[in-house]
């Protein structure tokens, strides 16, 4: 009987949120874009999108491209210097905050913004495009 009234208590309560964390660069950028989820080894999440079609990847072939554009987010040159810097090897590892603009083959051209506590790294996997958080 005990056990049952506190179930029901339980069950009455309103209950309590977790406290949500804001999602992360890559995952702002895989809300705008078709990216899935993937499981990528030294990566807290990571994210893949494909730049080719089934058929074009496997019937005829194809070709693709895309841009990348990163800015510092304000005008100092130290901050110039150090958006030169961590992207001066391939894959570029970057941490925030920092402006980038990823443009695709059909024209268009995606704006994100990273905040001064987050890293990421964007790359180019066979014919997707990656983002993985750090």
Same mark, same amino acid.
């Given at each position: 009987m005990t056990f049952a009234f506190w179930f029901m208590i339980a069950a009455l $309560? &309103? /209950?309590? +949120? *977790? +406290?949500?964390?804001?999602?992360?660069?890559?995952? !702002?950028? $895989? +809300? =705008? @874009? &078709?990216?899935? =989820?993937? !499981?990528? *080894?030294? /990566?807290? !999440? *990571?994210?893949?999108?494909?730049? @080719?079609? +089934? *058929?074009? !990847?496997l019937l005829v072939g194809g070709s693709t491209f895309f841009s990348l554009k990163v800015e510092a987010v304000s005008d100092s040159p130290d901050e110039e210097q150090r958006i030169d810097a961590m992207c001066s090897t391939v894959p570029c590892t970057m941490e925030g905050p920092f402006r980038l603009t990823l443009g695709l083959k059909d024209g268009s051209a995606h704006q994100f913004e990273a905040l001064p506590d987050e890293r990421a790294r964007i790359e180019y996997v066979g014919t997707r495009i990656r983002c993985s958080d750090l």
């Open positions: $309560a &309103p /209950s309590v +949120a *977790a +406290a949500e964390t804001p999602p992360s660069f890559c995952q !702002r950028m $895989a +809300a =705008e @874009l &078709p990216m899935k =989820e993937k !499981r990528v *080894a030294g /990566s807290v !999440r *990571a994210f893949d999108m494909q730049t @080719l079609t +089934a *058929a074009q !990847r």
